[in-house]
């Protein structure tokens, strides 16, 4: 048997290497999965007689728990049988208290206790208070950190004002939170807990940090919507940041930010546009380099040579960008794309815009300008797009056209969201689909979002 190569540990030795409150919860759904009777008989376990694991109102064999525990974080060595360790109030009880769940004595005598406080949003609780309502010892939310997961449910906490142990640069957009995944260094990746946030596989209890060892309950979300971007870790590397978007059910979000006043909400306040004004250019001719045209992807660029029209310093370094084979690549991907979507007006300005069209939603027009970017060039590029669609919604558009930078690989979150704070969206072509990179709320983009 697996366990048999530790029989040269002393007394309990082994159960103190268990140190992974994941392992236990694992343990714990096998054991809901299994049975209890079918789960001691798999693993070699009696059943307990004085101290149980209690989570979500359920008891635990704790004994049984802890050693099955220990093989689900070490599978090369296998669970721990029965006669490994000695359970009671000095190992199992004390192993299990110190990664945060509740074990409680049959023995001792019953305690009066008070009632588990009632979830209301918007009210502070102090992590006592948590602990005595999740079911767990509140040390447990000083060591889960951001993520708190406890059987069918994940306790999400954040502080976008920015604390030191919560803040991940999570920030509003409007009534939704966008969250961050909860690896403070190097990539973050899909992970477990990170997935049952992604199809709501878990009930999402968000908190806002109000004050030390205080949390304040925003209310239970469901995520909408998730994206990769990039952005630099605690240690100033950059690396890959998952972002969720996560709207409120009910009334919204409780959070102290809506009695902050105006000044601090209006930041997040969708201001209803005003009526498009008519879309007259502002010259009554315009050379022929620069009337609009249908976007033609089997008119492949050529090499930038001098013509008899004289072109502005602008126009000609976006005719230079125009020559490259992988900017046209780019739109070629765009406009098939806007196609099968049912977009239609689908022009390009030879000399400026790369392509417009118009949405099949309520028929809003939106700009598009293609960056192909590389690590070295992102800032320029971005810098370049911004003002060249400002630029042209200006002098070649009209005030109600959407803006949209479209890139062939994701740019930092910092630069993806101070675009959206000058209202240009961001998407994302991977060679396969386009994939909104960015939280900018937009009815055309949802049709974007190839990741949901």
């Known amino acids: 048997m697996a366990h048999a190569r530790w029989t040269d540990y ?79 109030e000095a190992t199992v009880r004390a192993k299990l208290e110190e990664l945060g ?10 305690a009066p206790r008070s009632s588990a406080p009632e979830r209301i949003p918007g009210r502070v609780y102090s992590w006592d208070e948590l602990g005595e309502m999740f079911g767990f010892r509140p040390s447990y939310l000083g060591r889960r950190g951001r993520m708190v997961p406890h059987r069918g449910a994940v306790l999400l906490i954040t502080d976008p004002e920015g604390a030191k142990s919560f803040n991940c640069e999570d920030y509003w957009d409007g009534r939704d939170l966008i969250y961050t995944g909860r690896a403070r260094v190097g990539d973050q990746g899909l992970g477990d807990f990170d997935f049952r946030i992604v199809k709501n596989l878990s009930t999402l209890f968000v908190f806002e940090r109000a004050g030390t060892r205080k949390l304040r309950f925003l209310g239970v979300a469901e995520c909408q919507q998730y994206w990769w971007t990039y952005g630099d870790d605690d240690s100033g590397e950059r690396r890959r940041i998952l972002r969720f978007r996560l709207r409120f059910k009910g009334t919204g979000p409780q959070r102290q930010l809506l009695q902050a006043g105006p000044e601090r909400e209006q930041v997040n306040t969708i201001v209803e546009e005003p009526a498009a004004e008519p879309e007259v250019p502002l010259q009554t001719q315009q050379p022929a380099h620069r009337e609009p045209r249908p976007f033609d992807e089997s008119r492949r660029p050529a090499a930038l040579t001098p013509s008899g029209e004289r072109a502005s310093p602008e126009e000609t370094l976006a005719l230079r960008e125009k020559a490259v084979q992988n900017h046209h690549e780019l739109l070629a991907a765009l406009k098939r794309h806007l196609v099968a979507a049912g977009w239609d007006s689908i022009e390009e300005i030879p000399s400026a815009v790369d392509l417009w069209a118009r949405a099949p939603l309520e028929g809003v027009r939106v700009i598009f300008e293609a960056k192909t970017l590389d690590p070295s060039n992102e800032v320029h590029q971005t810098r370049a797009a911004l003002s060249q669609l400002l630029e042209y919604r200006h002098f070649r558009g009209a005030a109600a056209d959407e803006l949209c930078l479209v890139t062939n690989a994701p740019i930092s979150d910092a630069r993806e969201r101070f675009l959206a704070t000058m209202g240009v969206a961001v998407i994302t072509y991977d060679g396969e689909g386009f994939q909104v990179s960015g939280a900018l709320a937009r009815p055309w983009l949802a049709e974007f979002a190839s990741n949901r």
Do not use: C, N, W
């Open 10 to 88: 002393s007394s309990d030795m082994a159960l103190q290497d268990l140190t992974s409150p994941d392992a236990v919860e694992a343990a714990i759904a096998e054991f809901d999965g299994l049975g209890r009777e079918s789960f001691l008989e798999k693993y070699g376990f009696g059943r307990a007689r004085s101290f149980f694991l209690v989570s979500d109102g359920k008891r635990y064999d704790s004994k049984a728990i802890a050693g099955v525990a220990f093989g689900y974080q070490f599978p090369e060595r296998g669970p721990l049988s029965s006669s490994d360790f000695s359970g009671g």
């Open 101 to 110: 769940f509740t074990v409680k004595d049959d023995t001792a005598p019953a």
